[in-house]
């Protein structure tokens, strides 16, 4: 009769054969380069837009309603803030 009860994946020879991989593989992690991003600077110029010579200019009475928008011509309405990807601010009225 055999007096050892411990199971078998307790066997010294298990625990070396499951650890040998593990010991393997662990000089193969390496930690990836840090990648240096530098944003390029952001350049935003107005159009230059000049209106027909006969436009008589209108100064804003209010102030640049956000980033982008340039005091711009309509040849039907006039004077007004327009933006190249919004249109006109404030619509026409």
Do not use: D, I, Q
Not at 28 to 57: D, G, L, N, Q, S
Not at 59 to 83: C, L
């Amino acid at each position: 009769m055999r007096t050892n009860t411990k199971p078998s994946f307790f066997s010294p020879r298990l625990w070396a054969l499951a650890a040998l991989p593990a010991a393997l593989l662990a000089g193969c992690v390496v930690a990836p380069e840090p990648v240096h991003v530098v944003p390029r600077p952001v350049v935003v110029t107005p159009p230059v837009y000049a209106p027909p010579p006969t436009v008589v200019y209108v100064a804003p009475t209010y102030a640049m309603p956000a980033p982008g928008y340039v005091w711009h011509y309509h040849p039907r309405f006039g004077w007004g803030w327009y933006h190249p990807t919004y249109g006109w601010h404030r619509g026409w009225r």
